[in-house]
């Protein structure tokens, strides 16, 4: 006879078993919604790691825009015409630094997440979206520091910030919008092709070059500014000086919003893109 506490039948094993999916896999936004504590977790997680064992911690969000303010005046502040006459050169050029540095640092980190990550993608199912979102996040914390910086050397040179400081919010938006777009093509491309590792820094400085960081895009020749304009980054970094302290005009509305929605449709492109390729990442990585 049988004790009490033993059934008198063993229950059957249930075995569940994951398989990637075959065609097309739509984006199917609800299930990032489903792994939000997920995602916040790996935002605090990126966040941990990239202060652990530093010793200066969150100064870096000081010291980096601040020593290339100081790069860029040395060598150029004193080049006439680089900049509008009615502003400090170090402000101009600090107030170019906080958005771009933002966008850098956004994008080499989504790009990488995927490889940084692959013990956890070859073990553990998770929507794999959530990882290059994170890295956007991890960077928020060092741009809000950057900004208060920004607006007390603002302060000290005589330049307080203006009513359209609202403006910040969107243009923040539109910079996020702008990593994520470029991160998860490069990310998926990453998972297969290594070489990505080298193109990643080198497209950084070549953006940096193209866009109005340390120069005035009144520099541009006439000809070119409509190709110079594709780049989304030169009218958000043009609109962050306007929307602080009112230095130089406005981007064009127009633009901002061409630019915008170019920048959508990249990434609807490149989120379809990644979904579909992203059944083989555990096997590639």
Known sequence: MLP???????EPM???????????AGLNLSEL???????????????????????????????????????????????????????????????????????????????????????LIQKVYFPRLLLPLAALGSHLLDYLIALIVLIVVGLGLGFAPSATIIWIVPLTALTLTVALAAGVWLSAAYVRYRDVRQLIPFLIQLWLFASPVAYSSSLVPTQWIWLYR?????????????????????PPAGEVLGSAIATVGVLLAGLAYFRRVERTFADAI
């Open 4 to 10: 009490e506490s033993q059934p008198a039948f063993p």
């Open 14 to 24: 249930v075995e569940t078993l994951l398989r990637p999916t075959s065609g097309w």
């Open 33 to 119: 919604w489903a792994y939000r504590e997920l995602l916040a977790f790996f935002v605090w997680r990126d966040l941990k790691v990239q202060y652990k064992q530093t010793a200066f911690g969150a100064l870096w969000a000081v010291i980096q825009p601040v020593m290339l303010m100081l790069v860029f005046s040395l060598f150029l502040g004193r080049l006439g015409g680089i900049a509008p006459p009615d502003v400090p050169y170090s402000l101009f050029a600090l107030a170019g630094l906080v958005p771009w540095l933002l966008f850098a640092k956004s994008l080499a980190s989504s790009a990488d997440s995927l490889v940084s990550a692959a013990n």
């Open 230 to 250: 594709l780049n989304p980054m030169a009218n958000v970094i043009e609109g962050f000086r306007w929307a602080m302290f009112g230095v130089g005009v406005p």
